[in-house]
C-alpha cells in the first residue's frame, strides 16, 4: 500500500498559460525518504503545494489528476485536514513562524490548539517533538532569539507534534549555514527511523545522494526520472535538466569505477573512497 | 592599487557584546572567500568595509585613507556590494532602471549608465528582460539583478553575501564565470560563503571567521587542509578533500579535475 | 530586541485581576464620563484610574503616552476656550484673546475624558499579558482570526523595522544620499519604502501558508495550551463595576 500516489496530476497556476506540473504520476511507500531535485523553476516547489493541498486549495488554478496522500484525496479535503497527514516546512524559517506567541514551546502548540488536541495529549506530544529535534533546551527562548538553524528546527517540531505521516520539505536548509544544513538532514533522517515518510526537495546534491533511498527529477513540470540516488546520478544528460551528479559520482564517472555492489556508478564519498581504495 | 588595510578592527552593536575582536588583515589582488558559521561576523565585516558602520576600535584603511572619513554612498564609486536578498534593493518596475540606479547616483551620465547596465545584464544573461517587471522574475533571477546592479557601477572592489544561496547548478556556473571575469579585470573579490565545495573551486584565497576572529587565513589549499581548524568553526571540508582525505593521499586537492588526475596517476603506476 | 511588548512584568494587586475584569473596567469608566458629564464627577474617575496606575507600578510608563497627548489637550483648549458656541462668560482676556468660562468648562471635561481613557487602556495593557487577555477573549467567542492579528501586529512592528535597516543599507551601497537637506530626503523616500511594502506582502504571503498547513482555517473547536488562571475576587470585582455603570445610568434617567 503506497502513502502516496500521484496519477497523471496537471496544474497551472492562475493567469499563466503554461503548466507548472505536467502529468506526473508516482507512488511513494511509506518510511521512504524522496529527494526531489531540478533546476529552479522546474516545479518542485509546486509539487510541495500539491502534494500538502495548498494546490488546488490555496493557490487556485487548473487542475487535473488526482493525489491521495495517506488514502485521502487532496482535492475533496481542505488544507486544515490535510494537515494532520502531511506536514511541509520551506525555505524561510522566518516566515515559519506564527509571529503571535512568546515562546517556542506555545510556537509548537499552535497547530495542536487549532486542531482541538486535548491539552495532555498535546504537552506529551510536544515533548516528545522537542526531543526528536534536539530543541528541549530553547523551548522557553522566544522564537525570534534564535538562529536560522534552531529555527527551522522549530519549523519541524511545530509540523510533527501534529503526527502527520508524510513531511514535505522545500529547499529548508537553503538559508542555512553548513551546521544548520547538517542539523536538519540529521533529524530528517531521524524521521525516516519514527516511519514518517519524506519529500525534500534541494540544491544540495552530495547530501540528498547520502541521505536519501529514491530521487524524483523534475523539469518544465515533468517527472523525467524516479529512481534509486544511483540510477538516477548515473544518467549522463543531467545537465540538460539543470543538475550536476554527486561529487562521488563525478569522480567514478572519470575514473569508471563503478559501486561492485549495484554495478552503478557510486554516489558517496564513502562508497567512492571505499571503491577507490581496493584498487590502490 | 585595490588594497585594503584593516587594523586591529573591533566592533561591538551594543557595548558588552563583541562582534568583532581584533582583526588584522590585509586585502589584496587574490579573489578571496570568507567563510564561518552564522554569527561569526562575516556581514558584519562586510559592512565595515563598505562603510555602512564604523569601527569601535581599530581602523579600515582604503588607498590609504581611513573609511572612518567617508559615507557609505561616497565610497559606492570604489566598493561595490552584493546583498543577500535581492528583494531588499529591488523598487524600480523594470529591469534596466533598477540596475541604472546605482551607476546613476555615483555620476555616470544617462547614455553611460545604461552601456553599462546591458553589459551587466549580458553577464547574467538577463539582457533580453531589460524592460520586464522585476517582481515578474523568478527570486534567483532577481539575485541576478541585484548582482548586474552592483556590477554596472564598475568598482574596483566587488563584495557579496552569500551569492549562492538558493542558486541552482546553472546560476552557480554563471557565478563562477562571473567571478572569474571581475578577476582578470583585475578587481579585488571579496565574497561570504557557505558553500565549501565553491570555495575551493573559485577561490584562491580563503579566512575563516569564528566568533569575531580570524581562526585561518591563506591559499584556499592550505585553509581547506586543516580538518582540526574547520571542525572548530563547525564547517566541513569540500568534498573532494573529504574524498582524498578517506584515501591518505598526500598533498591537497580542491577541484575535480586535479583528484582525477592523481588518482589517474596512482592506479596506473 | 527581536520583539515589542508594553507589558511591565511586576508584582502587584492590579497584575493579579483578570484580564476581562481589567477590560471591563477599560469600558465601564469611559462610559461613566460620558453618561454623567459633570466636571468634579469626571475628575473623580480620572483620578481613580491614575490611583490604579500608581498601584500597578506602571505610572511612570503612561507618562511618554500622556506627554504625547499633550498637543491635543492644547488644540482642545484653545479651539473650545475660543469657539465653544456657548461662550458667555468672559474669565479673562490677554491682548485680543478672550478665555471663556463655558469653552473652558467644555476643553476640561474633554480633556479628563481623553486622559482617562488613556490611562484606563494604560491599566489594561501595561498590567496584563497580552497573549492571556486575547485568550481569553477568544473563549469568549473572537474571532481567533481577529486574536492572531493583535497579537502578530506588535511582534513584526521591530521585525519591519530590521527590514528597513537593510534596504537603507542596500540602497547606501548603490550611492544614495540618505541623510542631508529636505531634497535627499525626498529622493530617498522610493527606493526605502517599495521594497518594505513589498517584503512584507512577501513574508504575508508566506506567513498565510504556514499558518494554513498548520491548521488555522479548520472549522474544529480550538484548545488552549495555557491554563486559564484562576484569579480572585473577580465576581465581586465585576459586579460592583456593573453597579457603578447601571447607578450612573439610573442617575442620568432620574435627574
Known sequence: ?????????????????????????????????????????????????????????FFNGGYGGKVFVNGLEVRQHEVGDIAAHVGLVFENPFSQMTASKYTVFEEIAFGLENMGVERNEMITRMDES??????????????????????????????????????????????????????????????????????????????????????????????????????????DDLPDYGITAPTATRIGKALGI??????????????????????? | MNTIQVNNLHFSYTPGSSVLNGIDLELDQQT???????????????????????????????????????????????????????NDQIFKNNVISEVMFGPLNIGQDDQEARHNAISALKKVQLDDKLDTNPYDLSLSERKMISIASILAMNTNIVIFDEPTMGQDFAGKEKLKEIIWDLRDQGKLIICILHDMDFAAEVFERTIVFNQGNVLADGPSREVFKQKNILQQAHLEQPSITQIANELGLDGNYLTDEELIQALKEKMTS | MSTMTLYVDKKSFIHHVAPLTKLLYVMVSIAITYIIPKLEFVL?????????????????KILPILALSILLIISIIIVQGFFHPENQTVLYSIGFITFYKE???????????????????????????????????????????????????????????????????????RGMETEGNLLVRVKAF????????????????????????????????????????????TKTIQSILWAILIVTIAWRILS
Open chain 1, 130 to 235: 522537542l526531543d526528536l529535534l534536539d530543541i528541549t533546551s530553547i523551548k522557553d527562548k522566544h522564537p525570534f532569539d534564535l538562529s536560522g538553524g534552531q529555527m527551522q528546527r522549530v519549523a519541524i517540531a511545530s509540523v510533527i507534534a501534529m503526527k502527520p505521516k508524510i513531511l514535505i520539505l522545500d529547499e529548508p536548509t537553503s538559508q542555512l549555514d553548513p551546521q544548520g544544513s547538517e542539523e536538519v538532514f540529521k533529524v530528517v533522517e531521524n524521521l525516516t527511523k519514527e516511519g514518517i515518510t519524506i519529500i525534500m526537495a534541494e540544491h544540495k546534491i552530495d547530501k540528498l545522494a547520502e541521505y536519501a533511498d529514491k530521487v524524483a527529477l523534475i523539469d518544465h513540470g515533468k517527472l523525467i526520472d524516479f529512481d534509486t540516488p544511483a540510477k538516477v546520478f548515473s544518467r
Open chain 3, 103 to 173: 469653552g473652558l468648562t467644555f476643553a476640561a471635561l474633554l480633556t479628563l475624558r481623553v486622559l482617562n481613557m488613556i490611562m484606563s487602556f494604560g491599566i489594561l495593557i501595561l498590567t496584563t499579558k497580552h497573549d492571556e487577555l486575547v485568550e481569553d477573549l477568544i473563549k469568549k467567542g473572537m474571532s481567533p482570526k481577529i486574536g492572531y492579528v493583535l497579537l502578530s501586529v506588535l511582534q513584526l512592528i521591530p521585525q519591519m523595522r530590521a527590514t528597513m535597516g537593510k534596504i537603507t543599507d542596500a540602497q547606501r551601497s
Open chain 2, 32 to 86: 578571496t572567500a570568507i567563510v564561518g558559521q552564522n554569527g561569526a561576523g562575516k556581514s558584519t565585516f562586510v559592512k565595515l568595509l563598505k562603510g555602512l558602520l564604523y569601527p569601535t576600535k581599530g581602523e579600515i584603511l582604503f588607498k590609504g585613507k581611513n573609511t572612518r572619513d567617508y559615507t557609505a554612498a561616497s565610497l559606492a564609486k570604489d566598493i561595490g556590494l552584493v546583498f543577500q536578498n535581492p
Open chain 3, 44 to 60: 473623580f474617575v480620572t483620578l481613580t484610574s491614575l490611583l490604579i496606575l500608581a498601584i500597578g507600578k506602571v505610572f511612570r
Open chain 1, 1 to 57: 500500500m503506497s502513502i502516496i500516489q500521484v496519477e497523471g496530476l496537471k496544474y497551472k497556476y492562475p493567469d499563466t498559460d503554461q503548466l507548472a506540473l505536467d502529468d506526473i504520476s508516482f507512488e511513494v511507500k511509506q518510511g521512504e525518504f524522496i529527494g526531489l531535485i531540478g533546476r529552479n523553476t522546474a516545479g518542485k516547489s509546486t509539487l510541495c503545494f500539491a502534494l500538502s493541498g495548498l494546490v488546488p486549495h
Open chain 1, 258 to 280: 563503478k559501486d561492485s555492489k549495484t554495478d552503478l556508478f557510486p554516489v558517496t564519498i564513502k562508497a567512492i573512497s571505499r571503491e577507490i581504495g581496493d584498487k590502490l
Open chain 3, 190 to 233: 522610493f527606493p526605502l519604502i517599495v521594497p518594505v511594502v513589498l517584503n512584507s506582502l512577501h513574508n504575508t504571503r508566506e506567513r498565510a501558508i504556514a499558518l494554513e498547513v498548520r491548521g488555522f482555517n479548520t472549522k474544529m473547536k480550538k484548545t488552549f495550551l495555557n491554563l486559564s488562571k484562576e484569579y480572585q475576587y
